[in-house]
């Protein structure tokens, strides 16, 4: 049988697969999935993250640039059918004080994932998200709360560059387990996501056995992605899908290996699930660390069914490319707009680019 996760899978691709190839001039349904990138500002200094350093080294060159207020966000909503997903990320978004209102609004109306790495939402945050999830998988609410950690202990903190943040990233996973377990629910999903890097690659066991303590739902593991321009980091690189992402140093391949095949085994009867992203084979995540990646085995229509608005009202489709900026059109003369359009008839016609290699949305085919 099919589970509720693999159907939604399912109808987004057909969601995306319609338009895309009845409709060859690159038109798209409404977005499926909006994310709110809702700042480029972060308390964590993550040593593979390009979000903070790429903002600390605009403040350097003196430049400042204004967030989306809450009433141009609400307005960005009013926009959307009610079907659209919504996820709330950043750099951190609880660094937003406006957060909070934009999920109270947002869950009115739509489902909702929020991204954070779990060091500076409070108690009464976390419960109050909690109370606002989601009944069912296809109710309005929160649906998961993703929360990123990178190892155990200190070797957390030295990732993520500031002393202490492994026991608070841990304190929220325990809070928000223990408001789900004070009101019987499953939601919202609590989604661990992990980068893997020759900086924490040996220790994944360790990180999925805590995940297995805490009962958490879901643990994902992503590939590090080196790729410069994304999602509005500045990048000035107007060819970056053609420009392949910097190689990665020699790793240990067999121990790499290793961990991940204690992930995929263990998983199968665990309550807590293991999710690769790309979702692709145990084979295909090493090569990708030994720079084998074949690309000719994925594929994407992301922008046909996900929109991604940066901080400061850009859109993009996932490169630093902007699509249009909110605050000067609707969301519906940008999706369909001529820069989707373009984007899309040219990703159709490559089915990925040399720019996409670590992409961690990509389709695997095989
Ligand atoms: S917590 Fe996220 S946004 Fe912040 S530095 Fe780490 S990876 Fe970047
Ligand atoms: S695979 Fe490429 S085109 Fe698709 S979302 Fe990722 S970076 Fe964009």
Redesign the pocket.
């Known amino acids: 049988m099919l589970s509720v996760s693999r159907l939604y899978q399912l109808l987004t691709h057909a969601y995306a697969a319609i338009p895309e190839h009845l409709f060859r001039g690159g038109y798209s349904f409404p977005p499926l999935r909006v994310a709110f990138i809702l700042t480029h500002r972060c308390n964590l200094q993550c040593r593979f993250c390009m979000v903070w350093s790429s903002y600390q080294k605009e403040r350097k060159k003196g430049i400042k640039r204004q967030e989306l207020s809450l009433e141009e966000i609400k307005g960005v909503i009013d926009q959307l059918p009610g079907y659209s997903v919504i996820t709330f990320t950043g750099g951190e978004p609880f660094l937003r004080r406006e957060l909070m209102e934009i999920v109270r609004y947002s869950t009115k109306k739509h489902r909702c994932h929020i991204v954070t790495n779990g060091t500076i939402c409070n108690e009464e945050e976390i419960e109050e998200i909690t109370a606002r999830r989601v009944s069912s998988i296809l109710g309005k609410g929160v649906l998961s709360v993703g929360i990123s950690i990178e190892a155990v202990g200190e070797v957390h903190d030295k990732i993520v560059g500031i002393p202490g943040s492994f026991d608070k990233t841990l304190r929220t996973i325990k809070t928000f387990q223990q408001e789900k377990s004070k009101r019987g629910s499953r939601y919202p999903l609590i989604d661990l996501k992990i980068t893997i890097g020759d900086y924490n690659f040996s220790s994944l066991r360790e990180l999925y056995d805590l995940a297995l303590d805490f009962k958490v739902d879901l643990c994902s593991f992503q590939v590090l992605n080196t790729?410069s321009s994304?999602y509005g980091i500045e990048d000035n690189n107007p060819l970056a899908?053609l420009t392949p992402p910097k190689p990665f140093t020699p790793i240990n391949s067999d121990l790499l290996q290793e961990q991940l095949r204690y992930l995929a085994e263990r998983s199968v009867k665990a309550f807590t699930k293991v999710r690769f992203n790309p979702n692709m084979p145990l084979a295909e995540v090493v090569n990708y660390y030994l720079n084998r990646v074949e690309l000719s085995k994925?594929s994407?229509?992301?922008?046909w069914h996900?929109m991604h608005i940066g901080p400061y009202g850009e859109v993009y489709?996932?490169?630093s490319y902007s699509m249009g900026n909110v605050r000067k059109k609707k969301i519906s003369e940008i999706w369909n707009g001529k820069n989707y359009k373009r984007f899309r008839k040219e990703?159709r016609k490559e089915g990925?680019?040399p720019?996409?290699a670590g992409?961690?949305?990509?389709e695997y085919k095989g």
Do not use: A, R
């Open positions: 790729q994304s899908h994925f994407c229509h992301t922008p996900t489709p996932c490169f990703l990925v680019f720019g996409c992409c961690c949305i990509m």
